[in-house]
């Protein structure tokens, strides 16, 4: 098992008009993620500043974790099309207190 955290972090942008739809579209799949082993946190959130963008956070202890969760998922339907993605993948090989 891969002793490195993973981290998703990232954004999308959807129509304004839709972005809150799509932010509550995810509230099920964040309950169960964050009950999936190995799921330290997961959000999916609107954006304070921009009325498009949707933020995306996910933590998990391992990539096997991250993995097992995906094969399970069952994300929503895509309910509006997404106009931009800036996500990506980090592997943590190092941490410790912010401050």
Not at 14 to 25: I, Y
């Amino acid at each position: 098992m891969s002793a490195n955290k993973v981290i998703i972090a990232g954004w999308f942008t959807v129509d304004a008009s839709k972005r809150n739809e799509v932010v509550k579209a995810h509230e099920d799949l964040i309950k169960r993620a964050r009950q999936a082993p190995g799921c330290i946190d997961l959000a999916i959130t609107a954006d304070p500043v921009d009325t498009t963008r949707i933020n995306n956070f996910e933590f998990w202890q391992s990539e096997e974790d991250l993995e097992a969760w995906r094969a399970i998922a069952n994300p929503p339907k895509e309910i509006t099309p997404i106009l931009n993605v800036e996500m990506q993948k980090h592997e943590i090989k190092k941490s410790g207190p912010p401050f």
